[in-house]
C-alpha cells in the first residue's frame, strides 16, 4: 500500500499549485500577502489533504493485521475520527481528492470542506441499498453542493430526501427535537450519563494500575476531543446570548 499513499502525494501537489497560482491572479498585487479569504480556503484544501493522508496512514496500517482502535490509542485519536479518515482513504483515490479539491461552491467560491466529506462518505451504503453506483452518486452530490452552495448541513438533508423511506444512511437515524426545550432536556440527560460512564470506565482504569495503556491512551484523546468541542459550543452560546433573541 506504500505505492498507493506516494501516489495521493503526488497527485495532491498540482492542488497546491493551483491555488498558488489562484492567489497570484485573483486581483492580488505583486509582492503582497494573500487576502484573509484565500488563506482560508487554502486552510481549507489543506485540512482536506491532511485527513486524506491521515486515512492512507490508517489503510496500511490495517492492511498489516493491526486494528483502528489500536491505531487510535496509539495515536491519540478518538475512534470515530479515524473510522472517518479511513473510510474517506478506502472511498476516494488521490484523483477523487484533486477533483474535489478543486471544485469551487458558487457564488461565495468557498472550497467543499471536511464537514461536506463526512456526510458524502455517508452515500456509499445508501447508494448500494437502492441499486446506485455508489461513486457516481457521491460525485453527483459533490457537484451539486458547489453549484447550490450547500453548507454540510444543507448537503445531509438532501442526502436524507434522495435515501429516505426508511434506508439507513450512516449509524442510527439520528432526528432532531422540535422543542427546543425538549431537545436540551435531552442533551443534559445524556450529558449526565456520559459522566457516569466516564467514571465507571476511570474507576476499572484505576483499579488495574494503569496496565492497559491503550485504553488510558484512547480515554485521553476522548476526553481531550470533549473539551474541544465544549469550548467551541460555550463560545457558539455566548454569541447566540448576546444576540439578545435575534437569529445567530
Known amino acids: ?144 453542493a458547489a453549484t447550490k452552495d450547500w453548507s454540510p448541513a444543507q448537503l445531509h438533508a438532501e442526502i436524507r430526501k434522495e435515501y429516505g423511506g426508511g434506508k439507513k444512511v450512516h449509524g442510527r437515524t439520528y432526528k432532531p427535537e422540535k422543542l427546543p426545550v425538549v431537545a436540551v432536556s435531552k442533551a443534559i440527560e445524556l450529558a449526565g450519563n456520559w459522566q457516569k460512564r466516564s467514571e465507571a470506565a476511570f474507576q476499572l482504569l484505576q483499579d488495574l494500575n494503569g496496565k492497559h495503556e491503550k485504553a488510558i491512551t484512547a480515554f485521553a484523546a476522548m476526553l481531550k476531543s470533549s473539551k474541544q468541542w465544549c469550548t467551541e459550543i460555550e463560545k457558539r452560546v455566548s454569541r447566540l446570548r448576546r444576540t439578545k433573541g435575534t437569529k445567530a
Open 1 to 144: 500500500m506504500a505505492h498507493v499513499a506516494q501516489a495521493a502525494m503526488r497527485n495532491s501537489k498540482p492542488i497546491k499549485a493551483n491555488v498558488s497560482k489562484a492567489q497570484k491572479t485573483k486581483g492580488h498585487s505583486k509582492g503582497s500577502l494573500p487576502s484573509p479569504t484565500t488563506r482560508a480556503h487554502n486552510k481549507i484544501i489543506s485540512t482536506l489533504l491532511e485527513h486524506y493522508k491521515l486515512g492512507q496512514q490508517i489503510l496500511m496500517y490495517c492492511n498489516k493485521g493491526r486494528t483502528l482502535a489500536e491505531f487510535a490509542a496509539e495515536n491519540g485519536l478518538v475512534e470515530r475520527t479515524a473510522r472517518m479518515r479511513l473510510a474517506f482513504a478506502k472511498q476516494y483515490n488521490a484523483a477523487d481528492v484533486e477533483r474535489l479539491c478543486k471544485l469551487r461552491r458558487k457564488p461565495s467560491g468557498r472550497p467543499l470542506q471536511s464537514g461536506h466529506v463526512t456526510y458524502l462518505l455517508t452515500i456509499q451504503a445508501a447508494a448500494k441499498a437502492n441499486n446506485k453506483d455508489p461513486k457516481l452518486a457521491r460525485e453527483e452530490f459533490e457537484q451539486k
